[in-house]
């Protein structure tokens, strides 16, 4: 099993922050739905505080995810609080006058209920004076409702602070590509995973995500300056814009009075994600290091650091030091990937080159690859300038994965022999090459059971040695799928309703937008349907066009006066609940709930066009 020795294992600052200021805990940490289903379960990872690491875990990263089983009320300092370990995130409370300010309510509204029972059990029943988003990822949104309800927030008795930018962001990421990022993310996180030594142990920045119900009440106000100061129930918070970093819109901010920086994102105890393996849009890592560099100009009177992840930092120089060595992780990644992209190196060369961060800067624990790693961080930053194509033309135009790995099982000689050819390199220890073998028998032929039971073996040995959890995670659930799955079929979605609070955070343009990645277009392209949506609680009009096959929607009437084929009555908060399959339209029609003018039949061709997104599609397997 590697060893890191470059690392100090008798620096204990870690162990002794992650515990400081600890208050109350959750006992049983077990977090469940009225109904009983239990969404968070922090107990199960108790075998990480074991002081012996097995050897089919890394140490670095056994260590790693020991620290971040810690769970509680924390006191920060005096009137600032964290509740950790009820959830992948962090939320933070902050004490003002007569109430308290919430930041990142978490991933799902039970953990963030639980998660404000724990501290009013301590500090009393003060409301919720205001709710601040960091960033525009669901695990520091989705637990609103646990905290405040939306007719507080529309009452103006609670307002809902984000970053400039945060409802485009928080809807392209977790309602257009939300499919496809949840079955990557599957892999990513080791949701279906059992939890153990051989299996997960977390994926660095945190233990797991909540798995209960997820919403969102949109901001009533947005931050859009660097230094933008607000007083919330008497405390100044003064802001700092970082788009484009960790998240698309994203923000920090200090509390001069405290002299704490909350750092949401940007900076955690673990190299981070410059494109994260469930899938997102590239991150500038130049960017996030100036960001990081002006946080450092901006907020010198600091002496303490908090993110929305992880673990504090106390102490003037120690923030200062987390802060720099973080920048200068991800300016290195960037500067030295793009100085060997100009000698021509492609994303996977560079991986190769770069495989560690030189001198103090690579024998810092925070720069440690637990969540991102060098490797694919290098390659994203390569993305982000390059895009897909390395410029060799051999690259150009490739077979797709089946028919490709076909041509090379023939070439090679049968599956049979490339089986042989990828056993002689597990058994000499180079398992990248035998999994790349493999991957194209079980690509060509399924079936084959030797292949398979070789891949699940390579899987495994690669995923124990990892100290990127992530990584760990994505090894280990492809041995799992093989193990558990016949061939496995792509087989049309099933409809499967989302967030009915989710849905009515959205606009009405977003929620048809969400509609328009959803229309089969090739089928589409033989219809032209015209529908006018008259909202009777919101008095929008809408009109949807299919055409050419692509769904258009327009804010009013359709241009040119065309008249539509059908019209439709309803209260916008009908279609959300039909949108998330609560009830139905033939239900919603019979109960009055919807009235319409015109040809019904258009609607039920819209609908028919709609697909369901693949939730389970194959991975590991054609």
Not at 421 to 439: K, M
Not at 545 to 566: C, H, I, S
Not at 585 to 613: H, K, Q, Y
């Amino acid at each position: 099993m590697p060893f890191t020795p470059e690392l100090d294992w008798d620096d204990t600052t870690d162990q002794v922050n992650a515990l400081r200021g600890l208050i109350d805990r959750l006992e049983p940490c077990v977090v469940s739905t009225e109904a009983g289903r239990v969404v968070w379960d922090n107990d199960r990872w108790d075998f990480l505080t074991e002081d012996r690491c097995p050897d089919t875990v890394h140490p670095s990263l056994w260590r790693q995810s020991g620290l971040n089983t810690a769970q509680g009320l924390f006191e920060v300092v005096a009137g600032i609080y964290q509740v950790r370990g009820l959830d992948v995130s962090n939320m933070t409370i902050v004490e003002g006058d007569s109430g308290i300010v919430v930041v990142d309510p978490l991933t799902s509204k039970e953990v963030a209920a639980a998660a404000l029972e724990l501290y009013r059990r301590n500090r009393g029943e003060r409301p919720v004076k205001a709710v601040i988003y960091t960033h525009s990822h669901g695990d520091h949104f989705g637990g609103v409702l646990g905290v405040t309800t939306a007719e507080a927030v529309a009452a103006g008795e609670c307002p809902v602070i984000a970053p400039e930018g945060f409802m485009e962001h928080a809807v392209s990421e977790n309602v257009f590509a939300g499919p496809a990022m949840l079955r990557r993310a599957v892999y990513m996180y080791g949701r279906s995973l059992p939890v153990g030594p051989r299996a997960s142990v977390g994926f660095g920045l945190g233990q797991a995500l909540s798995t209960g119900t997820v919403g969102l009440v949109p901001p009533t106000r947005d931050i859009v300056r660097t230094g933008q100061e607000l007083v919330l129930d008497g405390v100044r918070l003064v802001f700092q814009l970082t788009p484009d970093t960790e998240a698309p819109s994203e923000m920090n901010f200090h509390l001069p009075e405290h002299r704490v920086l909350l750092i949401a994102e940007n900076v955690n105890h673990s190299l981070h994600n410059v494109l994260t393996l469930r899938g997102a849009q590239v991150r500038d890592a130049h960017a996030w290091a100036s960001y990081i560099t002006e946080s450092i100009q901006l907020f010198q009177e600091t002496d303490v650091l908090i993110g929305s992840h992880n673990w504090p930092t106390w102490g003037g120089e120690q923030v200062m030091r987390m802060l720099t060595e973080q920048r200068d992780a991800y300016a290195y990644l960037h500067d030295q990937t793009v100085r060997l992209m100009n000698r021509g190196l492609t994303g996977t060369e560079i991986a190769e080159e770069i495989q560690c961060f030189p001198g103090e800067l690579g024998r810092a624990w925070s720069t440690r690859g637990y969540y991102g790693s060098i490797s694919h961080n290098v390659k994203a930053v390569y993305q982000r300038y390059m895009g897909w194509y390395d410029g060799n033309p051999a690259h150009l135009w490739q077979h797709p994965p089946v028919a490709q790995a076909e041509r090379y099982v023939k070439a090679i000689g049968g599956a049979d022999a490339t089986v042989e050819s990828a056993r002689e390199a597990f058994d000499g220890g180079d398992l990248r090459w035998a999994v790349e073998l493999l991957n194209h028998v079980l690509f060509a032929e399924p079936e084959h059971t030797a292949a398979r039971e070789l891949q699940i073996a390579a899987y495994e040995k690669l995923g124990h040695a990892q100290e990127n959890g992530t990584w760990r995670n994505i090894y280990l659930t492809g041995a799992k799928e093989l193990r558990e799955a016949g061939r496995q079929k792509r087989a049309k979605g099933a409809p499967r309703g989302e967030s009915v609070d989710m849905l009515a955070a959205l606009a009405t343009g977003q929620l048809f937008d969400s509609m328009a990645v959803r229309l089969d277009g090739p089928r589409a392209a033989a219809h032209r349907l015209l529908l006018r949506w008259e909202f009777t609680d919101t008095d929008e009009v809408w009109t949807l066009l299919v055409g050419n096959g692509v769904l258009t929607p327009m804010r009013g009437d359709a241009p040119g006066g065309e008249a539509p084929q059908l019209t439709l009555h309803l209260e916008r908060a009908t279609l959300d609940r039909i949108l998330a399959s609560l009830i139905s339209f033939t239900d919603a029609i019979g109960s009055g709930d919807v009235t319409m003018e015109g040809d019904a039949g258009v609607l039920a061709a819209l609908f028919g066009l709609l697909e369901n997104p693949v939730r389970d599609f194959p991975v590991v397997l054609p």
